[in-house]
Structure formats: structure tokens, C-alpha cells
């Protein structure tokens, strides 16, 4: 069965300071890999997926992350954090035609 | 306007009361799910519908019950709420497409007391 683990529940970092985020996940075919991110109260927002090609995408907001095959990981990266980062991240996988998995979230706190 | 519209944004209910979420999406996306977020769980997937009059279970289906008789609209029933069913619940809805993404509405805060 696919799953998704972020190990990480809270991360705390300095704004301007570079952020990776982890992610792992578990499935039985090539995976379709997303990053979403929920500000406070809203929805959940697209940054960024991965389904082929180059492992390393780009999303928005200057979000990239890396699909690493051998380490069933996708991880999230930004060089310099802004204040309004803070935020949940969820990485889930598909593929997009069956209900996404998501993994329990990681929480972004950014500090002056 | 043109997206995914969830309504109420709040509700309070009391227990053994039934309550409906709404969710419509003006895309004709063939997609449609409902999830429940809770601290420490993250998404869980209630329900989601391939197509209208085609629904299937999700992880957590116990104690709810949808309806899509319409493409774009994808109606979420508590028969008798319960406390242990106050969540935030998130509709979404995706296209056709191994790699289509899904797009989530606002939530509905529902509070059972």
C-alpha cells in the first residue's frame, strides 16, 4: 500500500535561512510525487509535483524539490525562507487519478 | 466565480444531529473527494467520487455518507454527529490525468458538541 512519512512535525527557522523538508514515500509503481502548502486557515495550495524527466522540479514561490528514487524520498527546498513561508507543508503521492496520500504534514515556523 | 466552494466555512452542531457539507466546483472536474484534517493524522480520505453516481469509500468512512448526482456537486452527509467527527473537512477536486493535481477548498470547520 502507498504511503507517505514526514518525519519532521515542526521545523523552526531564521528568516533568510535555507529550508529542506523531508519527505518519504512508499509505493509499488513510478510515483506521482506533490508538495501542497496550507496557510493558516485556507486550503491547501500546489507547489509543485513530479511525475517524470528531470528530478529536480521547480514550483512556485521558489520552492524546488528533488526526487530521489533510490531513497524513496522528494524532498522540499528553498534557499532563503521568508516570513510568510510559515506554513504547513504536505507531501502526498498518486498518481493524480486516484485520492492522493498524504503524509501527517510538517509544520513551518520562521523566526526573525 | 469559477474554483471549489465549500459551505458552511462554519458550523457548530450538537451530537446525533445530521449535517451536510457542501462542496461545488465549477471546472467539470470528473474528480471529486472529501478529507477530514486532524492534528497528528494530517489528510484522511472520507469518500471521493470518479465520476457522477459513482462513489467509493475512503480510509474513514464510518458515520458519513455523499451523494453526486451532479458533476459539480459533491454534498457530504453526517447521519448522526458524533463528537469524535469535529474536524476541518476539505473538498477537492481533480481532472482526468495521472498527473493532474488536485485543488482543495477552503474547508469547513465543523464542531460537534
Known amino acids: 500500500a502507498q504511503s507517505v512519512t514526514q518525519p519532521d512535525i515542526h521545523i523552526t527557522v531564521s528568516e533568510g535561512a535555507s529550508l529542506e523538508l523531508r519527505c518519504n514515500y512508499s509505493?509499488?509503481?513510478?510515483?506521482?510525487l506533490f508538495w501542497y502548502v496550507q496557510s493558516p486557515g485556507q486550503g491547501l495550495q500546489l507547489l509543485l509535483k513530479y511525475f517524470s524527466g528531470d528530478t529536480l522540479v521547480q514550483g512556485i514561490k521558489g520552492f524546488e524539490a528533488e526526487f530521489k528514487r533510490s531513497q524513496s524520498s522528494f524532498n522540499l527546498r528553498k534557499p532563503s525562507v521568508h516570513w510568510s513561508d510559515a506554513a504547513e507543508y504536505f507531501c502526498?503521492?498518486?498518481?493524480?487519478?486516484?485520492?492522493?496520500?498524504f503524509g501527517k504534514g510538517t509544520r513551518l515556523s520562521v523566526i526573525a | 466565480d469559477a474554483g471549489i466552494t465549500q459551505s458552511p466555512r462554519y458550523k457548530i452542531t450538537e451530537t446525533g444531529r445530521q449535517v451536510t457539507l457542501m462542496c461545488h466546483q465549477t471546472w467539470s472536474h470528473s474528480y471529486m473527494f472529501w478529507y477530514r484534517q486532524d492534528l497528528g493524522h494530517g489528510l484522511r480520505l472520507i469518500y471521493y467520487s470518479a465520476a457522477a453516481d459513482i462513489t467509493d469509500k475512503g480510509e474513514v468512512p464510518d458515520g458519513y455518507v455523499v451523494s453526486r448526482s451532479k458533476t459539480e456537486n459533491f454534498p457530504l452527509t453526517l447521519e448522526s454527529a458524533t463528537r469524535s467527527q469535529t474536524s476541518v473537512y476539505f473538498c477537492a477536486s481533480s481532472p482526468r490525468g495521472e498527473d493532474a493535481e488536485a485543488f482543495f477548498g477552503q474547508g469547513t470547520r465543523l464542531t460537534v458538541v
Open positions: 502526498a503521492v498518486g498518481p493524480g487519478n486516484t485520492p492522493l496520500v
Open positions: 509505493y509499488g509503481a513510478t510515483p506521482y
